[in-house]
């Protein structure tokens, strides 16, 4: 019976093909050959997820790349640079193409302005966390969040603080990642997997 029960989940695999390799996804926009301003509006050229920008600023808000708009947000490579303001309402956010289980992404420089809250938002409609933008001027500082079966991730919003300068906080995002949520084939297939297992191991 473990054998047949092997069997079945080679199978299904099998058949799952292509789709149960697609776990997860990785933007760093280095295939970018051109600007996309995304100010007042929203991109989904970007991998696995819509960036979108709310607020009365064009200022940044757009895919960057050589030769860089922003002296102070260059890293080398292409990237999003941002820009967020609470005084204005300037608000930018991360919408994935499917539910995930951990979001983030790199800071890979900041000017030192008013500075921003990240938030990641649950599928249950509340808070999972929050986390300041790391201060800086930095590179390459990494920010995740985990979500969880039962409370995936489906948006990830970055404000600005309210301090009556309107002088907001600009930076630049790298290396966006998340991993989706196991669809039910691919739970199915886990739990025949594990099925097959015990019952192997019950037999020798």
Do not use: K
């Not at 292409?78 to 919408?95: I, K, Q």
């Not at 994935?96 to 890979?108: C, K, M, N, Q």
């Not at 930095?138 to 990830?156: A, R």
């Amino acid at each position: 019976m473990a054998e047949r029960l092997a069997l079945i989940v080679s199978a299904g695999l099998a058949a799952a093909g292509g789709a149960a390799a697609q776990t997860g996804f990785f933007e760093d926009f280095d295939s970018f050959t051109a600007d996309v301003d995304f100010s007042f509006g929203s991109t989904s050229e970007p991998a696995g997820f819509n960036v979108t920008h709310t607020g009365d600023n064009d200022f940044r808000n757009l895919i960057d790349v050589s030769p860089f708009n922003f002296n102070d947000a260059d890293n080398g490579t292409p990237a999003l640079s941002l820009f967020v303001d609470g005084d204005g309402a300037n608000e930018v956010a991360f919408t994935p193409d499917a539910p995930l289980l951990s979001f983030g992404f790199e800071v890979t420089h900041r000017s030192t302005g008013s500075g921003a809250t990240i938030t990641a938002l649950g599928a249950s409609g509340g808070i999972i966390a929050a986390s300041p933008l790391p201060i800086g001027p930095s590179f390459n500082e990494f920010v995740g969040f985990q979500g969880t079966l039962t409370n995936p991730i489906v948006e990830l919003r970055i404000t600005g603080f309210v301090d009556g300068t309107s002088a907001g906080e600009g930076f630049n995002v790298d290396n966006v990642r998340g991993t989706f949520i196991p669809t039910p084939a691919s739970a199915w297939l886990l739990g025949v997997a594990g099925l097959a297992a015990c019952r192997h191991r019950r037999y020798t």
